[in-house]
């Protein structure tokens, strides 16, 4: 069946550092693929989505290109701050019917000033 | 912006009783679920509701479990008699559609069973 699979965390820099948090996923059809963030105490917020293949979906610094040939989509961010400590998801949504997300482990970023 | 609120926060409840999560969807989203987050485990789909009806739902969504949109705004999850197990985070979500359309999440109900 269909699963994403995220590193391990957790991940911690410091201020200003480059930020990667790699996903990879697999899927049978064509799925559009996702990063949610949850900061403490908080329910889960869309980060960013790309829907095919090529795609690089962006959002307040974050990038992530989806790569078919890789079946991945890694988050990347190439300055954090101390405010971007958070448990970051990556997810998938198959094409077809079904409506379902199907999220990885979560991994948690801690950035120190 | 519009967002989706869940209440309570945290419930506790002794096994075996009945718990109903409440949740108000984003008003002009069509498509509702649940989710739910087991400490230290994945965030995992419970059921999806569309047009009064469910439209997915994951073996994890037996019996015990039902789903219901009793007005014009709230959803709700029930759970019949709880056990151990069901302690967990759980989500509700909603969306305008399908496809592509991103799926907006509530702050969740953090459910404890004794």
């Known amino acids: 069946g269909d699963s994403v699979t995220q590193m391990e965390g957790p991940v911690t820099l410091s201020e200003e550092a480059f930020l990667t948090i790699n996903c990879t996923y697999t899927?049978?059809?064509?799925?559009?693929l996702f990063w949610y963030v949850q900061y403490p105490g908080e329910g889960l917020q869309l980060l960013l989505k790309a829907t095919k293949a090529d795609d690089k979906g962006s959002n307040k610094g974050f990038e992530a290109t989806y790569r078919k040939e890789t079946t991945s989509f890694h988050l990347e961010k190439g300055s954090v701050q101390v405010s971007d400590s958070a448990v970051y998801f990556c997810?998938?949504?198959?094409?077809?019917?079904?409506?379902?997300?199907?999220f990885g482990t979560g991994t948690l970023l801690a950035v120190q000033p | 912006e519009p967002e989706v609120t869940q209440t309570p926060s945290h419930q506790v409840t002794q096994m075996g009783q009945e718990v109903i999560l409440r949740c108000v969807p984003i008003?002009?989203?069509?498509?509702f679920y649940w989710y739910r987050q087991i400490l230290g485990q994945k965030v995992e789909f419970l059921v999806s509701?569309?047009?009064?009806?469910?439209?997915?739902k994951s073996e994890i969504f037996d019996d015990q479990f039902s789903v219901e949109r009793p007005d014009g705004s709230n959803f709700t999850l029930k759970i019949r008699s709880t056990k151990l197990e069901d302690s967990a985070m759980y989500f509700c979500?909603?969306?305008?559609?399908?496809?592509?359309?991103?799926?907006?999440f509530g702050d969740g109900t953090r459910l404890s069973i004794l």
């Open positions: 979500a909603s969306s305008f559609g399908m496809s592509n359309q991103p799926q907006h």
């Open positions: 008003s002009n989203h069509l498509y």
């Open positions: 997810a998938l949504r198959d094409g077809g019917a079904t409506n379902k997300l199907i």
């Open positions: 509701f569309y047009n009064n009806e469910i439209s997915e």
């Open positions: 899927a049978t059809g064509y799925p559009s």
